[in-house]
């Protein structure tokens, strides 16, 4: 994908966040005759956005009444300013509607005399299926609506306006609204032809369409995710055919990574790493009569753990026999080729990148957290020499006292004693 490209689905993606992030905030305003500068107070303590806008503004605004409950933002601000001299623009990147004057805009005579109305209506697809976050524009107005989740808007317009709507990978629509109050569209995908991807497979680059060989690559971005650490524990489920195996529950154990299967004959069966065309080789040696005892090298970590995953820029799993053209026999097991970041042109750029994570101990107040009293514990006891299961370990507390009260060490009054004081110690095991 060219950078191109790249760019204007970064830009759709952000509207299409920014208009969903609108559609939600919903206000509930039950008010008569109040001040402009209030009912925005009111607003602003309800959502996530704050308003800006100067004093001859709010000195000229008229009293507003309105009374709604749990509707969205943009309907109960329409409802504000529809009677104002001035208008609002969302900037939904930066959690802020800014107040401002209505622009003059040269409309026909017809247009200037008939008062806006109310149109109400919904967008779909050919599919029937709701367009959620597509915008709806009166033509010559700055002011933008978004659909909600069932692709519903409210927008107010005059009989002799025009509406635009738009939505990301579909044509631009636009529909005169007359004497029309319910306008229902119906949105035709953009059909483009997409441009041809190149494929780096370590030894070589071809066109998509030209490559006979199995190999799947990921973009760094695409796959980053905090709190990870390691690169082997990102490309889990990233992959087909890639299986991330853990074979030990210890804490820094390192998983292994098998490429289609797992291999019957005994040696290596990892995957070679390959770093900006240098194989890459683990960085303990183990001798071969040791190379499948787990409990060796579960704690070994594999030959591309030290790398910084912010250095890399993609990653290409090679998975079928024609990576053996070049690195031979020990691409038998698949390869996966890593490709670092490399400068560009331009000014230099500073990118700073920190994880932090936090565990709490658990506590016995944690709703999550079923812990055993004392006396439950001393209940377990009793069934476990009821059960004449043996006990394993040192005797402590009930169990302690039942066999020196049976061996005769101590009487029956001190075993009573005993077993009350271990049935009410309650020791708090998370606190330690």
């Not at 559609?23 to 509930?28: A, M």
Request: include cysteine; proline fraction near 5%.
């Amino acid at each position: 994908m060219s950078q191109s490209a790249m760019l204007r689905f970064f830009v759709c993606c952000a509207v299409l966040f920014c208009g969903a992030h609108v559609s939600g905030q919903t206000v509930t305003l039950k008010v008569k005759n109040q001040p402009l500068t209030a009912v925005l107070k009111t607003i602003q303590k309800q959502t996530s956005y704050r308003f800006v806008y100067t004093k001859s503004q709010m000195d000229a605004a008229k009293p507003v009444t309105v009374n709604v409950t749990n509707q969205p933002l943009t309907q109960v601000l329409d409802l504000c300013f529809n009677d104002q001299k001035i208008s609002y623009e969302i900037q939904a990147a930066d959690h802020i509607i800014i107040i401002k004057d209505k622009p003059t805009v040269t409309i026909s005579a017809a247009v200037a005399q008939s008062p806006a109305q109310l149109i109400t209506g919904r967008v779909t697809n050919r599919d029937k299926e709701p367009l959620e976050g597509a915008s709806v524009q009166v033509e010559g107005r700055a002011r933008t609506m978004m659909t909600n989740a069932n692709g519903e808007y409210r927008i107010y317009a005059a009989p002799g306006e025009q509406l635009i709507f738009s939505f990301v990978n579909y044509q631009q629509e636009r529909v005169a609204v007359k004497d029309r109050s319910v306008i229902d569209v119906v949105m035709a995908p953009n059909v483009n032809s997409m441009e041809e991807v190149t494929i780096s497979t370590g030894y070589q680059k071809i066109e998509q369409k030209y490559l006979t060989g199995s190999v799947t690559r990921l973009n760094m971005d695409s796959i980053y995710q905090p709190g990870l650490t390691t690169v082997d524990k990102m490309l889990e489920g990233r992959v087909p055919g890639l299986i991330m195996m853990q074979n030990s529950g210890q804490a820094g154990a390192a998983p292994k990574l098998r490429i289609r299967g797992t291999s019957t004959f005994l040696g290596n069966r990892e995957p070679l790493w390959v770093v900006d065309g240098i194989v890459q080789v683990d960085p303990v040696p183990i001798a071969a009569n040791r190379i499948n005892d787990l409990d060796f090298v579960n704690l070994v970590g594999n030959a591309i753990s030290g790398i910084n995953p912010a250095d890399i820029q993609s990653i290409d799993v090679l998975k079928d026999a024609a990576a053996t053209a070049l690195y031979g026999v020990r691409a038998a097991n698949g390869v996966i080729v890593i490709t670092t970041k490399r400068g560009t042109p331009g000014p230099p750029t500073v990118t700073y990148n920190a994880n932090v994570n936090v565990t709490r101990r658990p506590r016995y107040t944690d709703r999550d957290v079923y812990m055993m009293n004392s006396l439950e514990r001393v209940d377990v006891s009793r069934e476990l020499i009821q059960r004449q299961i043996p006990v394993k370990g040192v005797p402590e507390a009930y169990e302690k006292a039942i066999i020196d009260y049976y061996n005769g060490s101590i009487d029956y009054n001190t075993y009573k004693q005993r077993v009350n004081r271990a049935e009410t110690m309650n020791t708090d095991w998370l606190g330690w």
